[in-house]
T-cell receptor
Framework: NAGVTQTPKFQVLKTGQSMTLQCAQDMNHEYMSWYRQDPGMGLRLIHYSVGAGITDQGEVPNGYNVSRSTTEDFPLRLLSAAPSQTSVYFC??????????FGQGTRLTVV | KNEVEQSPQNLTAQEGEFITINCSYSVGISALHWLQQHPGGGIVSLFMLSSGKKKHGRLIATINIQEKHSSLHITASHPRDSAVYICAVSMGYGQNFVFGPGTRLSVLP
């Protein structure tokens, strides 16, 4: 039982490049979400999913895409990286009414 | 949108002290969560509360739904408690969190 696994841990991108942040959980949680953490801003919701095939936007969705083809995986795609997307990204999963589990985070720098 | 505030922003304590971190929110919630983030960045859920009080080891969390306020207490604090403590609220199904800004705690030996 690995919990929530996020990869990569660190990434440097050039402006305009695209990449996918991976998130996988092995707890059969229906709910998964992506957050970004910026200094002085706290964590903010990017996208979330309440089950396979269902996704929705959070507070700061622009520049990001998600899909949920399986219960286990919830990748976050950066379409054309911008310096404003430099941040630490966290994936989380949970069952309704229970505590959330967080991944270890991905520190992304866009230059 | 729910606004979540925490106080204090920063807290330095001596080992053994009793510590209280406060959280207030602006609209009704389905649950309140206390999270711990250590240097190095990982986030761990400490408590999920919808009413009353919960205790785990030296940590106690309380919530007052009418006053929209929660407190996290640490008894007999230890340097390993040094971390950022984050209050988060969820509303309805899906547990979309709204996070507070965090409280940075340093416990000195």
């Amino acid at each position: 039982n690995a919990g929530v696994t996020q990869t990569p841990k660190f990434q440097v991108l050039k402006t305009g490049q695209s990449m996918t942040l991976q998130c996988a959980q092995d707890m059969n949680h229906e709910y998964m979400s992506w957050y970004r953490q910026d200094p002085g801003m706290g964590l903010r919701l990017i996208h979330y999913s309440v089950g396979a095939g269902i996704t929705d936007q959070g507070e700061v969705p622009n520049g990001y895409n998600v899909s949920r083809s399986t219960t286990e995986d919830f990748p976050l795609r950066l379409l054309s990286a911008a310096p404003s997307q430099t941040s630490v990204y966290f994936c989380a999963s949970s069952r309704r009414g229970l505590v959330a589990f967080f991944g270890q985070g991905t520190r992304l720098t866009v230059v | 949108k729910n606004e979540v505030e925490q106080s204090p922003q920063n807290l330095t304590a001596q080992e053994g002290e009793f510590i209280t971190i406060n959280c207030s929110y602006s609209v009704g919630i389905s649950a309140l969560h206390w999270l711990q983030q250590h240097p190095g960045g990982g986030i761990v859920s400490l408590f999920m509360l919808s009413s009353g009080k919960k205790k785990h080891g030296r940590l106690i969390a309380t919530i007052n739904i009418q006053e929209k306020h929660s407190s996290l207490h640490i008894t007999a604090s230890h340097p390993r408690d040094s971390a950022v403590y984050i209050c988060a609220v969820s509303m309805g199904y899906g547990q979309n969190f709204v996070f507070g800004p965090g409280t940075r705690l340093s416990v000195l030996p």
